[in-house]
């Protein structure tokens, strides 16, 4: 077992810096920053400022020299990272990532078997730690049953279970819907007060965790530390370098849209039941031995009507089945029951069922964007998967180029024209899978949390956007967990869980 | 997330992993020496009997099965038209020619397929992978970090069943979906292999995050013991393949190379 398990660590990082294996320019570099035993620090920064790779560091999973080189010295509690495992915990972003085993108990008991921890005593903590973070379901509940929130707290009870000295947190709510949100900040802080522990969170968020921290650190985005001290000091931003930097700021104002008159309907739902269809031949098998029935809807069903300057936000829990809905009203699953009807304005000369369209015919008339952008990336160029939509509707070279190039300096990826998609930061992903949808310039936008890992600037950037958007005349229909972005594009809320129209 | 829930109730579950492993060897070991109906006949018979104890509901166990079924006979069959002939020749048209020499041989591969599948499947889909991962690591000393990160990834099949029908409904979102299919097939399958990676690396940085691969002696929350009744299930196997081999020895239908 390490020594001074339990007791909080201190951080000590002298002009370091890291680079990836195979990348010219460094991740991260020339950060100072000392951290005392038992302090919270927010660290914040603009988006490619390093702030993960920091976190990577100081939870000694960087690798080694194959992967990377690195720069200046980086101890916690007086020892290399790599060689204090256990001493660090780290918790990531994507909720579904985190989950190793098939039980809430043997994932928690996970890292206390790395560690050696002796049986008896493992079971000990895996129960205290679940307590410490409030999940209470049975030890050998299925892991796949638990929500996003709940699955971020196991996660954060197997890191407990280790007894780290230093909790660092990347992002870990930037996934979950408000609900959740609380219920991790919560976790977190109950978890600290009962072990102490140093704590560094990475979030671009700044209201959930700032009465919660004790310091703010913010980094650079050309390296170095950008500004340090209390939360008040640092926050109030006397210079606007964070504003500029694309931190999220408290009290920073949302812009609000002007009324959008609204046109003719472009698509009813009538009692609209949906739900992931049986499509596969295996699936339908598997569910024939499972008893139930072929296709099971998820949520109440829906009556609405989206018309030409609309909007609208599908809102509700995750896993209430917004996605879902949004992939119903795109087109791309059929209806369970109910009617969905392309008015003739939408349709323009193709049957009134969206599902039974074409996939080209979907080009012009329903443009929708997944959660995940790498699902929707086709092309090895952004050029390339920006005049995707466009060259399969044939139209001519020049208007093609012309297309592309407005939407490349629109969406400032200019830059980044003869890049890998794969290969673009969070926020360029997102930006470039909304670009490729407006390229064929549909009357119906459909988005899939289009915010999501967005700093305050690029943020600005979408609203900005998508509310042009709607005074053009399209229609946009959102699923999102972003409260700020359903008021700055002045969309009407659809709770998908209760099915109600609220304005 | 694993495909098929495994069956947790009857006297099969509660047997360590690795005596059904070990079981389901022994018998079919023993059945892949020979191939004549008299030793995978009365394995078959005997396994039946066991089965009638073994507390599984027959819808399960035909619903589970269903695949042995459908794939015995259908082994049988190809050997009738296809295998090769001795005896009196019945029929003979192309490539089928069936014989006194090929009927048999077609009955005792039907028989075989059952007579291997059946134990095999219904071990098998009792098995919990955590408790087989255990039963691998701490019994037969395979290496914990092979078996434990075989384990995790095994979650990740079920990601992959939903990644791939996210690319599909996306591909027709872009307009693309009708147009050359092998392209898009392929195009299609290297986006799934690249988000396998992400996810593959992600996974592994959330398990080195809680100490995998920490240097030092990993200890287990779950103890995987081999008991009594592990031991009689080896004994039971053991007893069914000797009688099968005996009788089909007795009968003079045996037919191993070595036998």
């Given at each position: 077992m390490s020594t001074g398990e339990g007791?909080?660590?201190?951080?000590?990082?002298?002009?370091?810096?890291?680079?990836?294996?195979?990348r010219s320019a460094w991740a991260v570099r020339g950060v100072d920053l000392c951290i005392e035993p038992g302090e919270r620090v927010l660290l914040l920064g603009a988006s490619g400022a390093g702030k993960s790779t920091l976190l990577a560091g100081l939870a000694g999973v960087l690798g080694g020299d194959d992967d990377g080189e690195s720069a200046g010295s980086l101890t916690v509690a007086g020892r290399p990272p790599a060689q204090a495992r256990g001493t660090a915990g780290l918790l990531l972003q994507d909720p579904d990532a985190q989950v190793i085993l098939a039980r809430v108990g043997d994932d928690v008991a996970?890292?206390?078997?790395?560690?050696?921890?002796?049986?008896?005593?493992?079971?000990?903590?895996?129960?205290?730690?679940?307590?410490?973070?409030?999940?209470?379901?049975?030890?050998?509940?299925?892991?796949?049953?638990?929500?996003?929130?709940?699955?971020?707290?196991?996660?954060?009870?197997?890191?407990?279970?280790?007894?780290?000295?230093?909790?660092?947190?990347?992002?870990?709510?930037?996934?979950?819907?408000?609900?959740?949100?609380?219920?991790?900040?919560?976790?977190?802080?109950?978890?600290?007060?009962?072990?102490?522990?140093?704590?560094?969170?990475?979030?671009?968020?700044v209201a959930v965790w700032r009465d919660l921290v004790t310091r703010v650190v913010v980094l650079g985005a050309d390296g170095g530390v950008l500004a340090d001290g209390a939360p008040d000091a640092v926050l109030a931003d006397a210079d606007g370098e964070l504003g500029r930097a694309g931190v999220w700021l408290p009290g920073t104002p949302v812009p609000e849209t002007s009324v959008v008159p609204e046109g003719m309907p472009l698509l009813t739902a009538h009692s609209l039941a949906f739900g992931r269809a049986a499509t596969t031949r295996s699936r339908r098998r598997r569910r024939a031995r499972a008893g139930a029935a072929?296709?099971?809807?998820?949520?109440?069903?829906?009556?609405?009507?989206?018309?030409?300057?609309?909007?609208?936000?599908?809102?509700?829990?995750?896993?209430?089945?917004?996605?879902?809905?949004?992939?119903?009203?795109?087109?791309?699953?059929?209806?369970?029951?109910?009617?969905?009807?392309?008015?003739?304005?939408?349709?323009?000369?193709?049957?009134?069922?969206p599902a039974s369209w074409r996939s080209r015919e979907l080009l012009t008339r329903i443009g929708s964007v997944f959660q995940n952008p790498e699902h929707q990336f086709i092309a090895g160029t952004v050029r390339d998967e920006l005049a995707a939509g466009p060259r399969a509707l044939h139209l001519p070279t020049t208007e093609v180029d012309e297309r592309v190039d407005e939407l490349l300096d629109r969406l400032a990826l200019t830059d980044a024209a003869a890049a890998n998609p794969f290969t673009l930061s969070g926020g360029q992903k997102r930006r470039l899978s909304v670009a490729t949808a407006l390229a064929t310039r549909p009357r119906l936008l459909v988005l899939d949390?289009?915010?999501?890992?967005?700093?305050?600037?690029?943020?600005?950037?979408?609203?900005?956007?998508?509310?042009?958007?709607?005074h053009e005349g399209h229609a946009i229909v959102a699923a999102t967990h972003d409260a700020e972005f359903v008021r700055a594009v002045g969309a009407a809320s659809l709770r998908v869980d209760v099915a109600e129209v609220t304005a | 997330m694993t495909l098929v829930q495994p069956l947790r109730t009857g006297p099969l579950a509660t047997l360590n992993p690795v005596a059904k492993l070990g079981a389901s060897v022994i018998v079919t070991v023993a059945l892949l020496l020979s191939i004549d109906p008299v030793s995978a006949g009365v394995a078959l018979i005997l396994e039946l009997v066991l089965?009638?104890?073994?507390?599984?509901?027959?819808?399960?166990?035909?619903?589970?099965?269903?695949?042995?079924?459908?794939?015995?006979?259908l082994a049988g069959l190809t050997t009738v038209l296809y295998g090769q002939v001795s005896g009196t020749v019945y029929v003979q048209w192309w490539a089928v020619e069936i014989s006194q020499g090929s009927i048999g041989l077609g009955a005792a591969t039907a028989l075989r397929v059952l007579a291997i599948g059946l134990p095999a499947v219904l071990l098998f889909v009792t098995i919990d992978p955590?408790?087989?991962?255990?039963?691998?690591?701490?019994?037969?000393?395979?290496?914990?970090?092979?078996?434990?990160?075989?384990?995790?990834?095994?979650?990740?099949?079920?990601?992959?069943?939903?990644?791939?029908?996210?690319?599909?409904?996306?591909?027709?979102?872009?307009?693309?979906?009708?147009?050359?299919?092998?392209?898009?097939f392929l195009g299609q399958s290297f986006a799934l292999f690249v988000l396998s990676l992400r996810r593959g690396t992600k996974l592994a940085t959330a398990m080195e995050a809680r100490g995998f691969g920490a240097p030092g002696q990993r200890t287990w929350a779950r103890p995987s013991v081999f008991r009594a009744r592990d031991w009689a299930a080896l004994g039971v196997a053991l007893a069914v393949a000797a009688a099968a081999v005996t009788a089909a020895v007795a009968a003079g239908s045996w037919n191993a190379p070595l036998g």
């Amino acid at each position: 077992m390490s020594t001074g398990e339990g007791a909080p660590a201190a951080v000590r990082v002298a002009d370091w810096g890291w680079r990836y294996e195979g990348r010219s320019a460094w991740a991260v570099r020339g950060v100072d920053l000392c951290i005392e035993p038992g302090e919270r620090v927010l660290l914040l920064g603009a988006s490619g400022a390093g702030k993960s790779t920091l976190l990577a560091g100081l939870a000694g999973v960087l690798g080694g020299d194959d992967d990377g080189e690195s720069a200046g010295s980086l101890t916690v509690a007086g020892r290399p990272p790599a060689q204090a495992r256990g001493t660090a915990g780290l918790l990531l972003q994507d909720p579904d990532a985190q989950v190793i085993l098939a039980r809430v108990g043997d994932d928690v008991a996970f890292a206390g078997e790395n560690l050696g921890v002796p049986r008896d005593e493992l079971w000990m903590r895996v129960r205290r730690s679940l307590a410490e973070v409030g999940l209470d379901v049975p030890l050998d509940h299925p892991t796949a049953q638990l929500s996003g929130g709940q699955k971020q707290r196991l996660a954060l009870a197997g890191l407990l279970a280790m007894r780290p000295g230093l909790l660092l947190l990347d992002e870990p709510t930037a996934n979950l819907d408000p609900e959740g949100v609380l219920e991790v900040r919560d976790a977190v802080r109950a978890a600290l007060e009962a072990t102490g522990a140093t704590l560094v969170v990475v979030e671009h968020r700044v209201a959930v965790w700032r009465d919660l921290v004790t310091r703010v650190v913010v980094l650079g985005a050309d390296g170095g530390v950008l500004a340090d001290g209390a939360p008040d000091a640092v926050l109030a931003d006397a210079d606007g370098e964070l504003g500029r930097a694309g931190v999220w700021l408290p009290g920073t104002p949302v812009p609000e849209t002007s009324v959008v008159p609204e046109g003719m309907p472009l698509l009813t739902a009538h009692s609209l039941a949906f739900g992931r269809a049986a499509t596969t031949r295996s699936r339908r098998r598997r569910r024939a031995r499972a008893g139930a029935a072929t296709a099971v809807p998820v949520g109440h069903p829906v009556d609405l009507e989206v018309r030409a300057g609309s909007a609208f936000a599908l809102t509700g829990r995750n896993g209430s089945g917004k996605s879902t809905l949004a992939l119903t009203l795109g087109g791309l699953l059929p209806a369970l029951g109910g009617e969905l009807i392309a008015e003739p304005l939408l349709a323009d000369g193709a049957s009134s069922d969206p599902a039974s369209w074409r996939s080209r015919e979907l080009l012009t008339r329903i443009g929708s964007v997944f959660q995940n952008p790498e699902h929707q990336f086709i092309a090895g160029t952004v050029r390339d998967e920006l005049a995707a939509g466009p060259r399969a509707l044939h139209l001519p070279t020049t208007e093609v180029d012309e297309r592309v190039d407005e939407l490349l300096d629109r969406l400032a990826l200019t830059d980044a024209a003869a890049a890998n998609p794969f290969t673009l930061s969070g926020g360029q992903k997102r930006r470039l899978s909304v670009a490729t949808a407006l390229a064929t310039r549909p009357r119906l936008l459909v988005l899939d949390e289009p915010t999501f890992g967005q700093d305050a600037r690029t943020w600005q950037e979408l609203v900005r956007m998508i509310a042009s958007l709607r005074h053009e005349g399209h229609a946009i229909v959102a699923a999102t967990h972003d409260a700020e972005f359903v008021r700055a594009v002045g969309a009407a809320s659809l709770r998908v869980d209760v099915a109600e129209v609220t304005a | 997330m694993t495909l098929v829930q495994p069956l947790r109730t009857g006297p099969l579950a509660t047997l360590n992993p690795v005596a059904k492993l070990g079981a389901s060897v022994i018998v079919t070991v023993a059945l892949l020496l020979s191939i004549d109906p008299v030793s995978a006949g009365v394995a078959l018979i005997l396994e039946l009997v066991l089965l009638a104890f073994a507390g599984i509901p027959v819808r399960t166990i035909l619903a589970r099965t269903a695949p042995v079924w459908i794939a015995a006979p259908l082994a049988g069959l190809t050997t009738v038209l296809y295998g090769q002939v001795s005896g009196t020749v019945y029929v003979q048209w192309w490539a089928v020619e069936i014989s006194q020499g090929s009927i048999g041989l077609g009955a005792a591969t039907a028989l075989r397929v059952l007579a291997i599948g059946l134990p095999a499947v219904l071990l098998f889909v009792t098995i919990d992978p955590t408790d087989l991962a255990d039963g691998l690591a701490q019994l037969l000393r395979l290496p914990a970090r092979f078996v434990i990160g075989g384990l995790a990834g095994l979650r990740l099949v079920g990601l992959f069943a939903e990644d791939w029908r996210a690319l599909t409904l996306a591909r027709r979102a872009r307009g693309v979906a009708e147009s050359g299919a092998i392209r898009r097939f392929l195009g299609q399958s290297f986006a799934l292999f690249v988000l396998s990676l992400r996810r593959g690396t992600k996974l592994a940085t959330a398990m080195e995050a809680r100490g995998f691969g920490a240097p030092g002696q990993r200890t287990w929350a779950r103890p995987s013991v081999f008991r009594a009744r592990d031991w009689a299930a080896l004994g039971v196997a053991l007893a069914v393949a000797a009688a099968a081999v005996t009788a089909a020895v007795a009968a003079g239908s045996w037919n191993a190379p070595l036998g």
